[in-house]
């Protein structure tokens, strides 16, 4: 029961989290922008957070193309996230202090502390989120054939968070999940009352205290790993907890403005360079750290060994990395200052890579692809609009609520 309501609130979180108003940085990147652009993207994001209601569209994508071994010459997903959302004092209160969360300390903090918050914010937001998937025909019929089940290329879910109350319409996924077989129409949860009465039990102080660096060090060295690979994975867990650390590998640009949903905007975009950050003291560090704490393996490299892979892949970079994009998108309304559209780029054409590999013997001939270009590619993008409109989002008619009180009996 505790595990699944801390379940349930992570996939709310991480979902919520892709929409520009729900947790903004409380320091956005400027880099070497000037004062005045600086200062556009800072109140464009605070303006975000006093938001009472708005609509954002958020698109994923996922494409992974001419690898070798591959079980198909390409695989394209796509998702989508239509979805309103409206927000009273409570919840606008809740979302600035959650906002304010940095590191992993600051969240069992959170939790072990003010708990409520979490009961707050869900107390306090309503949304109505129609989910959608799509797969290429190759991936459809892959799954098709390894689950026994008839994918289809696309299905939708629909969700709507009224009152503390979370609505689901899972009729699409009834094919796929025979647990919905005798599920009709939409069901809900009362999502409040279960978090308050996890809180209550000491659900969130529990989970925090196993978050302590001491409490990990103790799990891990339950599960046989000895304190120098503990203190090692912490390290690496402290470093990239750290996002200052990382501000030496962006810059950041102002672009061309476009046009946005009707209205003039300002474009940045954020890039990351990899192939300087691979090759920095830093990442030296972290991936020593690494091997030290067995994450890597039996068969991890030793010190030696990676010092000389990273000389060699300082001498190969351009060849390695040519095709690597690492970048993030942000569009302010020059008029409105409000944030309308953010997005992220990870793409890698690995064509020169599997060249080079084949010519030197590593890849062998029959498995370099013939198909589909090779190519590793992750991008997201949301587009917001109606900021303040008067929106109303109701309780799907005719649902059927699951109490509380019979969820936590089982």
Do not use: H
Request: with cysteine; proline share 4%.
């Amino acid at each position: 029961m505790r595990a699944k309501i801390l379940s349930l609130l992570v996939v709310l979180l991480l979902l919520l989290s892709t929409f520009s108003t729900a947790f903004a940085q409380p320091e956005p990147f400027c880099g070497d922008l000037d004062e005045a652009d600086c200062a556009l993207i800072q109140n464009a994001e605070a303006a975000m957070m006093d938001l009472t209601s708005y609509r954002s569209l958020a698109t994923y994508n996922a494409t992974v193309a001419g690898l070798p071994g591959l079980p198909v010459d390409e695989i394209v997903v796509d998702l989508e996230a239509d979805a309103v959302f409206s927000l009273d004092e409570s919840a606008l209160e809740a979302m600035q202090e959650l906002a304010m969360v940095e590191s992993q300390e600051d969240v069992a903090m959170l939790m072990e502390e003010s708990p409520e918050v979490f009961v707050a914010f869900y107390d306090g937001v309503n949304f109505d989120m129609s989910l959608s998937a799509m797969g290429n025909a190759e991936v459809v019929d892959l799954l098709s054939q390894q689950s026994g089940l008839d994918v289809p290329e696309s299905l939708s879910i629909g969700l709507i968070m009224v009152d503390g109350v979370l609505y689901a319409d899972l009729t699409e996924l009834k094919p796929l999940i025979p647990e919905l077989a005798g599920v009709e129409g939409w069901i809900g949860i009362e999502l409040v009352k279960l978090i308050a009465a996890a809180v209550e039990q000491g659900v969130f102080a529990q989970a925090a205290q196993q978050m302590s660096p001491e409490a990990m060090t103790e799990n891990m060295e339950m599960s046989g790993i000895d304190p120098a690979s503990v203190g090692a994975l912490l390290g690496v867990q402290a470093a990239l907890a750290n996002p200052e650390a990382f501000e030496q590998f962006l810059s950041i640009a102002r672009v061309d403005d476009a046009e946005i949903n009707g209205e003039q905007a300002a474009v940045f975009v954020t890039s990351f360079d990899i192939a300087a950050f691979i090759s920095s003291p830093e990442f030296v560090d972290m991936v020593k750290m690494l091997a030290a704490s067995g994450a890597l393996g039996d068969d991890a490299p030793t010190e030696a060994d990676i010092e000389q892979g990273l000389q060699m892949v300082g001498l190969m970079g351009p060849m390695l990395f040519q095709g690597l994009k690492a970048q993030n998108t942000l569009a302010v309304g020059l008029d409105s200052n409000y944030v309308l559209a953010t997005g992220s780029l990870f793409s890698w054409d690995l064509g020169s890579l599997l060249q080079m590999a084949a010519m030197s013997g590593a890849l062998p001939a029959d498995m370099m692809p013939t198909g589909a270009a090779a190519i590793i590619e992750f991008s997201t993008e949301v587009t917001n609009s109606d900021f303040d409109a008067d929106l109303t989002i109701e309780e799907p008619a005719g649902a059927q609520v699951i109490p509380a009180e019979i969820m936590m009996s089982n």
